[in-house]
């Protein structure tokens, strides 16, 4: 089945440490997303790829980077973890722009810090 | 600016009864309008989406939701609650045509009560 893998499905890293979260799809879509979530709340966007052009939010803190080599893969970087940083990372895709097709998410990687 | 509000944080519904899980958006032009679920640990699940026709639209699990444009509503509905629809719902739109930003709700956690 075509899906979107994140791993690993928990990280825990230490303060300060460097961690690299992944995720690949085989559903060939272009764009690709990393949102963070914490406790139940609304997931919040950091970034996202169409194609090779990278999106960043305005808030997303320079923390956090982003690397999409192909079409397939996609990696989350914080470069120094902080206790903040804890939360759940959901990746997700969805087709080209402004389409009506839904966004599909990986099951997330619940990153703890210590 | 964009906006998508879940005006209930949490929706408890016993058992066999029907529920409702309340959407109203504020997004330019005629968006489209999508449900999604999420269980503990789990990425967002696809449940539903509107992009134009009937207002009333069908989608997994015995769910549905009636678009209604003059109040820009997209509410969830279920005739009859289980207690595996015990979850976390999000909303989200997504505008037409040009960007791929998704807009989401804050989320309404659904309790069935057996």
């Known amino acids: 089945d075509a899906m979107v893998i994140q791993n690993p499905r928990y990280q825990v890293t230490q303060f300060g440490k460097p961690v690299t979260l992944s995720c690949s799809q085989t559903l060939n879509h272009n764009v690709m997303y990393w949102y963070q979530q914490k406790s139940s709340q609304a997931p919040k966007l950091l970034f996202h790829?169409?194609?090779?052009?990278?999106?960043n939010e305005a808030d997303t803190p320079d923390n956090f980077q982003s690397r999409r080599p192909n079409t397939s893969f996609c990696f989350l970087d914080i470069r120094s973890p902080g206790l903040g940083d804890a939360a759940m990372y959901l990746c997700a895709t969805s087709s080209a722009t402004g389409s009506h097709q839904p966004q599909h998410f990986g099951d997330g990687t619940r990153l703890s810090i210590l | 600016a964009q906006s998508v509000a879940q005006p209930e944080d949490q929706v408890n519904v016993a058992e066999g009864n029907p529920l409702t899980v309340k959407c109203t958006y504020s997004v330019s032009g005629n968006p489209y309008l999508f449900w999604y679920v999420q269980y503990p640990n789990r990425g967002l699940q696809f449940l539903l989406k509107y992009i134009t026709g009937d207002n009333l639209v069908k989608g997994s699990y015995g769910f549905e939701a009636e678009f209604n444009k003059s109040q820009t509503s997209f509410h969830l509905k279920k005739p009859s609650a289980l207690v595996s629809d015990s979850a976390l719902y999000f909303c989200?739109?997504?505008?037409?045509?040009?960007?791929?930003?998704?807009?989401f709700g804050t989320g309404t956690s659904l309790t069935v009560i057996p």
């Open positions: 989200a739109v997504r505008p037409r045509g040009t960007g791929n930003q998704f807009y």
């Open positions: 790829y169409y194609d090779k052009d990278f999106n």
